[in-house]
């Protein structure tokens, strides 16, 4: 459940607080562990933010999910200002920024990225997604993601929310995981199922670490794995009938899989080679039936 989290100027023994501030962009990220789940909060600086709370299987699972989010904040430039035993940390010098607000986004502006989002081919809803990721706006993201859940691990892309509604139907799951992603949301995310989708590659999902099954059969235009190496708890994937794949070496991030246990390539009649595989060490169930 999503809420609104009451303004502290105190920081709570073992939350961890992190800022992110790029001359356009002015905003935080909280987390704090506690027993089997941990609590986040995230916004403009000088907001209430947004609070969400997570409860996982154990303590120890529940600290290491949390340390995977604080690595993916990291790799975007958030720089922590607090330490989890509450200590205020020396914040590096620079320029004070003003924060950028959804209602501050140009109306021309936001309507082109609209377009984009709702784009004829997949290089114009990457172009689309890439501008509002420039924009550094959280609550951009927050407003793109309205009306998507996750329901038993798997994202629900409703009729009537915003990604429905800009999306074309054959690209709107992707682009709904990719909005996911820039608004945080992607951790509860553990089954991915994009089958029959035109996409040539999978950047919607870079950085998903929780995905354990991925179904990309029938994916008829899938050329590239690009973007697969950041699902390092992929351990089910299918490829079945992705007939534009013609070898597995050079297929970018497979190798990253160490988890992967069970791979489809069946139907890929295109596959020349499996060059590649021995890479793939967990690997005990794989199918090449219908195989050149």
């Known amino acids: 459940m999503t809420k609104k989290a009451p303004m502290s100027t105190a920081v709570a023994k073992g939350k961890r607080c992190f800022e992110f501030s790029d001359g356009s962009s002015n905003k935080f990220w909280e987390i704090q562990v506690s027993g089997e789940g941990f609590t986040t909060r995230h916004g403009k600086i000088g907001t209430d933010g947004t609070e969400v709370k997570k409860e996982f299987s154990s303590p120890e699972e529940a ?6 989010l604080v690595r993916e904040k990291v790799k975007k430039g958030y720089v922590e200002v607090s330490g989890g035993d509450g200590a205020q940390l020396a914040k590096p010098k620079g320029k004070e920024v003003k924060s950028t607000s959804a209602a501050a986004v140009d109306g021309k502006q936001l309507a082109s990225i609209r377009k984009l989002l709702g784009g004829a081919d997949w290089a114009s809803v990457l172009q689309g997604l890439e501008q509002v990721e420039a924009l550094h706006d ?5 407003t793109l993601a309205q009306g998507l859940a996750v329901v038993g691990g798997s994202l629900v892309v409703p009729p009537g929310c ?3 509604k800009r999306a074309r139907a054959d690209f709107r799951v992707a682009v709904a ?3 996911m992603r820039g608004a945080g949301r992607h951790g509860e995310i553990t089954n991915v199922n994009f089958s029959e989708l035109t996409l040539p590659d999978l950047r919607c999902l870079k950085g998903y670490s929780a995905v354990q099954t991925l179904n990309l059969s029938r994916c008829r235009s899938l050329t590239s794995l690009l973007g697969i190496e950041g699902l ?4 089910e994937l299918n490829l079945e009938v992705c007939s534009s794949l013609t070898s597995v070496q050079g297929i970018e991030g497979l190798t990253a899989l160490t988890k992967l246990t ?7 009649s295109s596959l020349k080679g499996l060059q590649g595989l ?7 169930k794989l199918d090449l039936e219908g195989c050149s």
Do not use: I, Y
């Open 232 to 235: 390092t708890a992929l351990m």
């Open 278 to 284: 021995e890479g793939l060490t967990a690997l005990t």
């Open 177 to 179: 995981h990719a909005v």
């Open 162 to 164: 915003e990604v429905d």
């Open 262 to 268: 069970e791979l489809s390539l069946r139907g890929c």
């Open 138 to 142: 959280e609550a951009l993201w927050d």
């Open 63 to 68: 600290t290491k999910e949390s340390e995977k």
